[in-house]
Each structure stands twice: as C-alpha cells, then as structure tokens.
C-alpha cells in the first residue's frame, strides 16, 4: 500500500512539474497575414495617387543612361539588375507604398515581383514610361 501511495505521489509530481514546462506561448495563437500579390495598375491611376499628396515612392528600375534620358518627377532609380534578394538601400520602408516603372512594363513586373518576395507589403506596377502621358524631366 505504501508503494502504491508512493507511486501515485511520483506521478502526480511529474503530471504538475511537466504542465510547469510547457512553453509560455504554446497556447496563443497569431492569426497569418494573406500573401503579398503582384498588383498592376494604370498610368493615369498612378499618376492619381501621384497627386494625393500621400507619401509614396516612385521607383525607375531602368538603366541609369535610360533614367538620365528622362524620368518621372522624384523617381529614384534602383535598377532592376540589382534587385536581387535583399532589400535596396533606397527602399528602407518595407511598408512604404512604391510604385515601379520601367520603359515598356517587363521590367518593372519583374522588379515588382522581387520586391515583393523580399517583403514589401504595398508595391504596385505601373508599366512602361512609354504610356506615361505626362510631364517628365531630364538630368
């Protein structure tokens, strides 16, 4: 009988000392954000949020002799070649709204889509410079 008592005492023991031990956050459960998805838009709906006066990045991946030949109006220039899979320098904000063109749209879908996979949350394509109808500059 003193076994016995022993026995479920020893049991009891471990029961409560391994419930001690279980992780903290074993129990809270952290809802998943959906996936990032390419997103394409018009030039004139770019040029609209352009024009909000919202704080937005317009990022060229073109060529630096393609950017200097003309480019959109405070476009920086983070050519397409170097998005490789790290974040750029330029782009510290992985939240930041960045809208991405290039001359005819191939590039800048590319450059939008690694973007993304590097972890930015609000990237959208706006095509080529070839269908931008407005104003651009030159350096």
């Known amino acids: ?20 031990t ?18 394409k838009i018009s030039a004139a709906d770019a040029k609209a949020r352009m024009d909000s006066g919202d704080e937005i990045i317009i990022l060229d991946v073109r060529t630096e002799e393609e950017y200097d030949a003309g480019h959109i109006t405070d476009a920086i220039l ?4 170097t998005i490789i899979d790290e974040q750029p320098e330029l782009l510290p904000d992985l939240d930041a709204e960045i809208l991405v ?12 889509k690694k973007l993304i996979a590097i972890g930015y949350t609000n ?6 410079i070839i269908d931008w109808p407005y ?4 350096d």
């Open 78 to 81: 983070v050519p397409n070649e």
């Open 135 to 138: 104003e651009v500059v030159m």
């Open 101 to 112: 063109y290039c001359r005819s749209g191939n590039r800048s879908a590319q450059a939008a």
């Open 22 to 39: 279980a992780p903290a956050t074993a129990a809270v459960s952290t809802p998943t954000a959906a996936p990032v998805e390419y997103r």
């Open 1 to 20: 009988m003193k076994k016995l008592v022993s026995f479920f005492a020893l049991a009891f023991s471990l029961l409560t000392l391994s419930a001690c």
């Open 123 to 128: 990237v959208v394509d706006f095509g080529g």
